[in-house]
């Protein structure tokens, strides 16, 4: 623990207000002008339009074409124009939490990574993975959901073993308290 | 679809946030934001506030 001298504590449900304005800007980018970052470029395989969620800190960008390989470009550029905007409001991108997801009914294997540009200059590659997860849900390739089903089922099996223990009527708590 | 997700590091550090208020002011400035709130008071009172 922390002593914390300013600011306000975790959880403070202002904290998500106080998020939201600041990372309007960026929003607003990718909405008043969504192609800006790639709008010079003569990409073929009819790519969309490509969208950035937002969730406080959490962010996704999405693009579809007719090629993996002219997604992977997009998003790669599209990275570069966010890891700028968030340098100028003095943010940095988590290079521990970067994943890429190719949503295919084929097989994902000879599907192509992504190769980032950090803003030290670095270059980080970053795989394609069988389920990625955001905002705590496990999304994979075919929107099935079974590893999130999977882990959900267990994190609940290991709470009711727990709640198990403390009903224990000779030794554990009592009723009352359950 | 391919989709790329990123998380913003240390977004709720809120113990270095004059990294973001002082340092960035005139950097936040041209991006558009005011500073009229950039100068808030700062609470010496909240020892009990924890991350």
Request: charged share 20%; aromatic share 8%; net charge neutral.
């Amino acid at each position: 623990m922390t002593k914390v001298e300013n600011g306000i504590p975790q959880g403070s449900s202002i904290s998500l207000i106080l998020a939201s304005f600041y990372s309007a800007g960026l929003l607003d980018l990718f909405e008043k002008n969504p192609n800006s970052h790639i709008q010079d470029l003569l990409l073929p395989d009819d790519p969309t339009t490509t969208i950035l969620f937002m969730y406080i800190d959490d962010g996704k960008l999405t693009v579809s074409s007719k090629s993996l390989e002219t997604n992977v470009k997009i998003l790669s550029l599209v990275y570069c124009r966010v890891n700028q905007w968030l340098q100028k409001a003095g943010l940095t991108l988590d290079k521990d939490k970067q994943e890429l997801m190719h949503y295919i009914q084929g097989c994902l294997d000879g599907s192509p990574a992504i190769c980032l540009l950090e803003e030290d200059g670095s270059i980080s590659t970053i795989s394609i993975s069988s389920t990625v997860q955001w905002l705590g849900v496990y999304f994979d390739r075919k929107l099935l959901f079974n590893k999130h089903v999977t882990k959900i089922a267990s994190r609940a099996e290991a709470t009711i073993a727990n709640i198990s223990i403390l009903a224990n009527t000779t030794q554990g708590l009592s009723h009352y308290y359950l | 679809m391919s989709a790329l997700t990123f998380d913003i590091k240390g977004y709720f550090d809120f113990i270095k946030h004059d990294r973001l208020l002082v340092r960035n002011a005139k950097t936040l400035n041209s991006t558009g934001i005011s500073e009229v709130d950039i100068n808030l008071p700062i609470r010496k009172e909240s020892s009990n506030m924890c991350r």
